[in-house]
């Protein structure tokens, strides 16, 4: 199976701030790499698919990028909406796997 | 509007059976491969199971094979998890989710249902 690991785990930021979170797979997985969002009792929402594609309706601040093991999510400047939990997920291969989870809070 | 709408999750006893059930709606559900996500208390995301679009392929994580099965009806637009020898382990909010082609995203995701097993 391929391991997905996310860093940090979680992270303080203020309203504005540019914030990068970075996503790793235990093998190459090609740019078959979503990011999703997930505010508290609510679903995952997609974000960013294919490594660097925005979703249908996703704001700009958001974007993608990396292929083969590395990837990154970065918010260019965060607004109070985004606060909430990101995920990548693998899509290469079966089983799908996803990574632990990035917690962004308001510092 | 895309929906899935999630259903059947509830309190079970271990050892216990339940079946889950998503109703797909603006879309023709045979259009694209279906999964299982689930959630456990506190915890991220698990992809549990996965099926083409005409029922001929069907993928499962370890820990549910053999006392999990997908199925679809793709005339009735609707996903199933039949779940058996339920585990404590098992408790989690399932989230029915589309994938459009094999190797894409999860774009849309049900509500959630949430199963609790326990005495």
């Known amino acids: 199976d391929i391991q997905m690991t996310q860093s940090p785990s979680s992270l303080s930021a203020s309203v504005g701030d540019r914030v990068t979170i970075t996503c790793r797979a235990s093998q190459s997985i090609r740019s078959y790499l979503n990011w999703y969002q997930q505010k508290p009792g609510k679903a995952p929402k997609l974000l960013i698919r294919?490594?660097?594609t925005l979703q249908s309706g996703v704001p700009l601040r958001f974007s993608g990028s990396g292929s083969g093991t590395d990837f990154t999510l970065t918010i260019s400047s965060l607004q109070p909406e985004d606060f909430a939990t990101y995920y990548c997920q693998q899509s290469y291969t079966t089983p799908r796997t996803f990574g632990p989870g990035t917690k962004v809070d308001i510092k | 509007e895309v929906q899935l709408v999630d259903s059947g999750g509830g309190l079970v006893q271990p050892g216990g059976s339940l079946r889950l059930s998503c109703a797909a709606s603006?879309?023709?559900?045979?259009?694209?491969?279906m999964s299982w996500v689930r959630q456990a208390p506190g915890k991220g995301l698990e992809w549990v199971a996965a099926m083409k679009q005409d029922g001929t392929e069907e993928f499962y994580v370890d820990s549910v094979k053999g006392r999990f099965t997908i199925a679809r009806d793709n005339a009735k637009n609707s996903l199933y998890l039949q779940m058996n020898s339920l585990r404590a382990e098992d408790t989690a909010v399932y989230y029915c989710?589309?994938?459009?082609?094999?190797?894409?995203?999860?774009?849309?995701w049900g509500q959630g249902t949430l199963v609790t097993v326990s005495s």
């Open positions: 294919a490594a660097s």
């Open positions: 989710t589309r994938e459009m082609a094999y190797g894409d995203s999860f774009d849309y």
């Open positions: 603006g879309f023709t559900l045979s259009c694209c491969w």
